[in-house]
């Protein structure tokens, strides 16, 4: 018998066990043999991220590199430029140490059980109304609980098997490898994220670079996503590694051997109509809190387990009506939900364009706009100062009707894959 059962080990799992209230017995369920297995994550975080995560680990002990500029790469590689700010914007994680530490540090009311797959549940009276049924190094087992919480990722299998919840339906494919070797693309590339535009190669989104640290040895985490459909395109990034090492953007040491690599689904749809009933809630990705357009999916795993760390205990305590703050408090935040909304747009306008042309007039604009385009881009600060309001100046507006003139054509003519 448990008060909260969480299926998922990850950021929003363990950030949700973290803060709930120590009286309470919560039982963590993951497949994973061990929590730092298979971290499907960039590990990226914002400012506002790791504000959050300061509050309750020692986040400084897992950063290896505080990012202060942007670089983003046009199409062909013929062009680039750099965004700058004073303070890091952004940071890199050692990312499968951070959740090893996370879970090494749980509080005594919880018991974690890996290796242990969910399977299904079913809900009757009872103090513990919720029964639970999963498998733990194949023997078929039940926990009951008065609370489950489906922090298990993009494709819930709690969201699954709730018909009174809702599910992700569109996705980001990635695909990410990690190499010991260095970047030589500007003046400070430890301290930079790369971003490269190239339309045709990687429609739907778009290749990155990050730089990290491994075993004290300089690293970079090098990735490509695409709509979920393409997802058979993703070996596509080897082709991208061949080109960085060819533009001398990377030299890879280590006789170029991957050190490990990982793929991921990444929802897109934004945030979910219905991620809660009255014993079931979901948090983080598994609720449609990410926001992939600005390396900030981990940010609404964190205070969606922090809000929910708050209204659990609400809701144990007989206020049935806790939950339905649970938007609310997350718009709090900055107008995350606002912000989570704008991403949606942006990816409504990105999947419009088809061709190298439409990408490399649209870096035009922005190229123009570089001094302040790092100050908007990640922009759940509330403060207004979103993508469109940096482009769409009068000074633009040749530059905007060729970039809408492209944009139109690419949904008129017909777009055969290279």
């Known amino acids: 018998m448990y008060d909260i059962t969480i299926i998922g080990s990850s950021f929003s799992g363990l950030s949700l066990a973290h803060h709930l209230p120590k009286n309470y017995k919560v039982l963590i369920i993951d497949k994973k043999k061990n929590p730092s297995d298979h971290v499907e994550s960039t590990g990226l ?60 540090i749980l509080p005594k009311n919880v018991t974690l059980k890996t290796g242990s797959h969910f399977k299904t549940f079913k809900v ?4 513990y109304p919720v029964e639970i049924n999963y498998s733990e190094k ?25 018909p009174n919840l809702s599910q992700n339906k569109k996705f980001l494919a990635g695909l990410e490898k990690v190499y010991f070797g260095d970047i030589h693309l500007g003046d400070h590339p430890k301290n930079t994220i790369y971003h490269f535009w190239f339309g045709e190669f990687s429609l739907g989104y778009g290749g990155w670079l990050s730089p990290t640290l491994i075993d004290g040895k300089h690293a970079f985490r090098v990735g490509l996503a695409k709509l979920e459909k393409d997802t058979h395109e993703l070996k596509k990034l080897d082709e991208f590694i061949e080109i ?5 953007i990377i030299t890879i040491t280590n006789e170029k051997k991957c050190i490990y690599s990982f793929g991921s689904l990444i929802p897109i749809g934004g945030t979910l109509d219905s991620i809660y009933d009255s014993h079931t809630v979901l948090i983080g990705d598994a609720a449609g809190f990410c926001g992939a357009f600005a390396a900030d999916g981990i940010k609404g795993s964190i205070l969606s387990a922090k809000i929910m760390a708050k209204l659990i205990p609400k809701h144990l305590e007989g206020d049935k009506n806790a939950f339905d703050s649970y938007k609310s408090e997350m718009q709090k935040y900055h107008k995350l939900l606002t912000y989570y909304k704008k991403q949606v747009f942006y990816r409504w306008v990105w999947d419009r364009m088809k061709r190298d042309r439409t990408f490399h007039a649209m870096y035009d604009i922005i190229e123009a706009e570089k001094e302040g385009f790092l100050n908007q881009y990640c922009d759940s600060r509330g403060d207004g100062k979103g993508l469109t309001k940096v482009i769409l100046k009068f000074k633009h507006i040749p530059k905007l009707i060729k970039y809408g003139f492209y944009i139109l054509l690419d949904m008129i003519l017909p777009y055969k894959r290279k």
């Open 124 to 127: 009757s009276s009872g103090e």
């Open 138 to 162: 194949g023997q078929e087992k039940t926990v009951k609980t008065k609370i489950l919480v489906g922090a298990d990722g993009s494709h819930s299998k709690v969201a699954q098997e709730n």
């Open 45 to 104: 975080i914002t400012t506002a991220t790791y504000e959050l995560l300061k509050t309750f680990i020692k986040i400084d002990d897992f950063i290896p590199n505080q990012v202060t500029t942007i670089g983003v790469v046009s199409p062909n590689y013929d062009k680039h430029f750099f965004s700058h700010s004073k303070n890091p914007w952004i940071y890199t994680t050692d990312t499968q140490a951070l959740i090893g530490h996370m879970s090494s």
């Open 244 to 248: 960085l090492q060819k533009e001398k």
